[in-house]
């Protein structure tokens, strides 16, 4: 047993290190350090820079041109990306559609989609959530008729994150509504171009527009744009989630933001002192340090788990809970470190062009937004209750 | 003992349910928090007209002679509502200091006002390096002629922005955090010397950053012994937040109740999965304590000054620990519905964990309550 990196795992990370230090852009990092708002712009200028080096793709096959790390690998470079405030890679494209059109995508697919998502040229965004289908997602009811050499669309996707600015949205739809519940769904690519699509922005508690609506009024999708077989969609569906789960443990986030709120805590005055030195504050601090490092330790078990053969299967149901959990607590203490300036609610100053004076200490102006903004991650991707529903059938065998 | 509300709290406690039931669904509430002034002045004359401005008030003034008890009852009726208007800072906190410390000729004319509907008020006392401790003033008056000039900043001075007149804490003599030496005044907010910062506050109320430059103000009180009526002052706000939290938890728990029943996944209502219905019941257990320790404040105002501080402090730091869970568990529990501006329980959820952010949060409090272990129930 050794917790060490290899010596050859030492040196990618420097390799990594020197990549952020020299192609970083630092107005970039500098939003994301101070959770300021990153635009579309921001997003694809890194993710250019990522292709350019050939480290876009984490989770394609070399082939088609993904980095081929190992699971190890990928983990250090989450990691020193998440260090150096790089911008989070949007999963829509490369690390959602990608690997699905990669395993069930025909060659035409493949050579239509693939590039384009690597050099971040298309926007992609996941229409799998409906009004009546959130955690029972096989429950979907927007259907899809063929007709000729077209499928026709009818019905509303819901929590459709950036589908305000994507070119493309792939779908879950139901194209046989007399088969069993899992048994009747497709998976298919959509143009959001396409006439019938209506886009409505939904708000979420925090006054941000991250979320849509999106509605198919006779829609009308090629057939060419099925991925894998008819009525086979469930299983891409399932397919991608081991994807979405990658990386689910955020420990590189949470060590961040750890690292920040740390910084800011020493700063922040409390009767005379260092708010770091408060009994109790310094108590909840310690209690997340140790949380963190057992995320840490359980996230590369599994990991190396993956890098010995094993997939990582019900065991990223574990991770998304405790990584979750802990992203939660930090924008917790965050908003405690602020004190009463957690109140005000200035969206403009999240704005990296604001000029104007902050109210309170600097990193006060966004603390509640984002604990509030953040509530969302026990909620998507799963809900956590659903992940233990996970954990205790497929691994406690209940 | 008796749990029960008095005839006249009953009164008191039916007309604030009415004016919210009838006067402030979510819709219209909305209006009003995205208005520039963020509340309804209409609605604060009906406040007015049913004399809810004057509870805590003498009789003689028009008042009804309120103490703890009566101002929770207001207060949770409000928090159900989520009433934006600046009842805490214009009745609960400027208005009983000035009760408390004021001559009869300066109450003759500002509690008269009050009442009436046409002063409201801000409590500047907290100080952007003093965070919750009230004692940490920097803030200086001096004496000019008959009156006094203030200056110094004040920080996050709930509603501060719209108040007509400010009850400024400012010291007269002592250092930054001396019990000793602080005085209270009254300061126009329009007048000379005082300049304000107002913004939106998260959960759709309004504060002021305020910076006093040799503003003109008029003392209220002795000069240099505010402290006690201070600290009573802040334990009466501190019994209408927690009241208002517990109102604002009530409403979050039966609305994710609805919402469990009523909400279908995997062919059934999803309150009938038993992981969630063990959820529903903590989140009714801590709203049990959260009014049992609301009720314990309202009724330990008048105790001995370290039982009152040891049994405020208490509430207020479980107020902040159950608000918490419950208004995270309301989310979640909605799923992402809890998430959007546009359902109501994510409003609740806002208002109830920003309120630990006023007038002192669980850690603050906890600490209170550490230095008070020794005090017991029949001290005196
Ligand atoms: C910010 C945000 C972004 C999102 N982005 C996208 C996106 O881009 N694309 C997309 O398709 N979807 C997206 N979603 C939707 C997300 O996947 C769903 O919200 C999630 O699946 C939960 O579904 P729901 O909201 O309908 O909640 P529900 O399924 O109604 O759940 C409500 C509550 O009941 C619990 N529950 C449900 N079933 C069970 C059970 N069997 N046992 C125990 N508890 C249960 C849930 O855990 C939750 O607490 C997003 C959601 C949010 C909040």
């Known amino acids: 047993m050794d917790i060490n990196y290899t010596p050859e795992e030492l040196a990618f990370r420097n390799e990594v290190r020197a990549f952020l230090d020299e192609k970083l852009p630092k107005d970039i990092a500098s939003k994301v350090k101070n959770s300021q708002h990153l635009g579309k712009e921001d997003t694809i200028r890194w993710q250019k820079i990522l292709n350019e080096q050939g480290w876009m793709a984490l989770h394609w096959p070399k082939e088609y041109g993904g980095t081929g790390w190992s699971p190890i690998q990928k983990h250090i470079f989450e990691e020193e990306c998440a260090e150096y405030g790089a911008p989070t890679v949007l999963p829509f494209g490369v690390n959602m559609v990608a690997p699905v059109i990669i395993k069930f995508g025909t060659e035409e697919q493949k050579k239509t989609y693939l590039p384009s998502i690597l050099n971040s040229d298309v926007w992609w965004c996941q229409g799998y959530s409906e009004p009546g289908a959130g955690s029972d997602l096989a429950g979907l009811k927007t259907k899809a008729v063929r007709e000729g050499d077209h499928y026709v669309v009818n019905g509303q996707k ?20 007399n088969a069993k519940k899992q048994e009747g769904i497709s998976f298919l690519l959509i143009d959001m171009q396409t006439p019938g699509i209506t886009v409505r922005p939904l708000i979420t508690l925090d006054g941000e527009h991250e979320v849509n609506e999106v509605f198919f009024d006779d829609v009308k999708v090629p057939v060419e744009n099925l991925v894998g077989e008819e009525n086979k969609g469930w299983t891409c569906a399932k ?42 504050f310094r108590n909840r601090l310690a209690d997340v340090e140790m949380e963190l490092m057992a995320l840490e330790m359980t996230n590369l078990r599994t990991v190396a788990a993956a890098q010995a ?25 965050f908003r405690r470190a602020a004190g009463p300036y957690a109140q005000p609610f200035l969206p403009e100053t999240f704005e990296a062009d604001y000029g104007g004076d902050m109210v309170g200490p600097d990193f006060a102006n966004t603390v509640s937004a984002k604990y509030f903004n953040m509530r969302k991650l026990s909620i998507f991707g799963g809900s956590n209750e659903i992940q233990k529903n996970i954990i205790a059938k497929m691994i406690l065998g209940l | 003992m008796d749990f029960k509300l008095s005839d006249e709290q009953r009164m008191l406690e039916e007309t604030v349910g009415r004016l919210v039931r009838d006067g402030y669904p979510f819709d219209v509430r909305e209006k009003a928090r995205t208005s520039e002034l963020g509340y309804s002045t209409d609605m604060w004359q009906q406040f ?3 004399g809810l401005l004057g509870v805590p008030f003498a009789e003689d003034f028009g008042g009804f002679n309120g103490g703890g008890p009566e101002l929770m009852v207001v207060a949770e009726g409000f928090g159900r509502g989520l009433v934006l208007e600046p009842y805490l800072a214009t009745v609960v906190l400027g208005g009983t200091l000035i ?23 801000a409590l500047a006392a907290y100080e ?69 910062r107002g913004y939106p506050t998260i959960d759709g109320l309004h504060a002021a950053e305020i910076t006093f430059d040799k503003a003109a103000g008029e003392r209220l009180g002795e000069e240099g012994k505010a402290i006690d009526a201070l600290e009573k002052t802040l334990a009466l706000g501190i019994v209408a937040l927690c009241a208002e939290a517990t109102g604002a938890m009530e409403v979050a728990c039966d609305q994710t109740l609805a919402y469990i029943k009523e909400r279908q996944q995997f062919g059934v209502p999803i309150g009938k999965f038993q992981a969630l219905q063990h959820r529903m019941v903590e989140m009714r257990m801590e709203l049990e304590k959260a009014r049992s320790m609301t009720i314990l404040a309202a009724c330990s105002l008048e105790a001995a000054p370290a039982l009152r501080a040891k049994r405020v402090a208490a509430a207020k730091a479980l107020i902040g620990k159950s608000g918490r869970k419950v208004a995270e568990e309301a989310i979640q529990l909605h799923g992402g519905m ?14 109830i964990v920003m309120i630990d952010h006023q007038l002192g949060d669980l850690g603050y409090h906890m600490q209170q309550l550490e230095g008070l272990l020794d005090v017991d129930d029949d001290a005196a």
């Open chain 1, 158 to 177: 819901t929590w459709t994150t950036l589908g305000q600015h994507a070119d493309w949205i792939f779908c879950l739809v139901r194209t046989d509504p």
């Open chain 1, 239 to 280: 397919y991608l989630l081991t994807f979405e789960r990658t990386g689910i443990a955020g420990v590189g986030q949470s060590k961040a933001a750890l690292k920040h709120l740390k910084e800011v805590a020493a700063k922040v005055q409390q009767n005379g002192k260092p708010l770091i030195e408060d009994p109790l």
């Open chain 1, 309 to 333: 053969g094993g997939v990582p299967g019900a065991e990223s149901s574990f991770l998304k809970i405790m990584g979750t959990e802990l992203r939660q607590e930090i924008t917790d203490l």
């Open chain 2, 48 to 50: 007015a007209e049913l």
């Open chain 2, 99 to 121: 009760n408390a410390l004021a001559s009869d000729a300066q109450k003759e004319t500002l509690i008269s006002a009050i009442i009436g509907g046409e002063l409201r008020l």
């Open chain 2, 128 to 196: 952007p390096q003093g965070r919750y401790d009230h004692t940490q003033v920097a803030t200086r008056a001096d004496k000019q002629g008959d009156g006094y000039v203030i200056s110094g900043q004040k920080a996050v001075v709930l509603h501060g922005d719209s108040a007509d007149k400010l009850v400024v804490i400012a010291r007269t003599s002592g250092g930054d955090n001396d019990r000793d030496g602080l005085s209270a005044f009254v300061v126009d907010a329009g007048a000379e010397g005082v300049s304000r």
């Open chain 2, 338 to 351: 809890g998430m959007m501006e546009e359902t109501a329980v994510s409003h609740y959820a806002k208002r």
